[in-house]
């Protein structure tokens, strides 16, 4: 294991102190970086260009993680945090504690350590120095829960953001990939969408069959009726006695907007159902 230190010449004397400091501290062997780059992802990138074809360990921690999270958020809309390991191979052992903690550590050790003077005056140190302590203003645990951005999760669709979002008691939408989500005021489902019915359909637990030409098999929704009748598919299941839980996942027969069969409980001359599955 060796160190490694970039001097980037930038502080004048403040830099030729850091770079001396950590090859008589730490033995690193010191060397110079190009100074002329516009930003201070430049600078990372020149950093990183030294032993490409070594392990290079970073002393980032969770409290840049954190700084890199607003950052991002607030300059491009992403959430996208430091990465454990980048592609070149530079690694972050330490994005599991937080930076008070590895100066503790060191404390209790006697280890000194270096600070740049010019942190304040970045991007990082605006966010460090005043976007933080206020938001711990807003909330204690407000660093804890911007890393929450992180959790590994989809994107909620915007079909399914406006389902839940909606005040209607029942409502669907089509997710894509033949996929709907259905909202009967506090339960929520996903059912497969409407499938022609030309031969057979396998729908669940069901297979139904029929030659009649413009039949549909789809899911149960409120408000549905029997074909030619007054009475709802929801008094179909009510007096059959299917619990609710299952209303859901039954399917239907239908021709347009009428109900012609619902299997097991009400037959249709020309469909027939049989039950495939328990």
Known sequence: MAALHVDHGLRGAESDADAAWCAERLGAEVVQGAARCATEAGLRDVRYSFHPGELRATGHTLSDQVETILYRLAASGNT???????????????????????????????????????????????????VLPLLAQLHPAARENILRALDDRRTMPPALAELLASTAGSKRVDL??????????????????????????????????????????????????LAGRSKKIQDVFVDAKVPRSDREGWPLVVRGDEVVAVPGIVEAEGVTATRVAD
Do not use: M, Y
């Not at 550590?105 to 740049?116: P, T």
């Open 80 to 130: 996208k945090g430091i990465k454990i390991r980048r592609e070149d191979g530079v690694v972050r052992p330490l994005l599991c504690v937080w930076r008070e903690e590895t100066e503790a550590f060191c404390r209790s050790r006697g280890i000194e350590w270096r600070s740049d003077s010019t942190n304040p005056g970045t991007l990082r140190g605006l966010i460090r120095h005043q």
């Open 176 to 225: 894509g990939g033949g996929v709907q989500a259905v909202r009967d005021h506090d339960r929520l489902w996903l059912e497969a969408g409407p499938q022609e019915l030309r031969g057979s359909v396998d729908w669940g637990k069901w297979r139904i069959e029929s030659e009649l030409p413009g039949l549909k098999v789809r899911g149960w929704r409120p408000g549905d009726r």
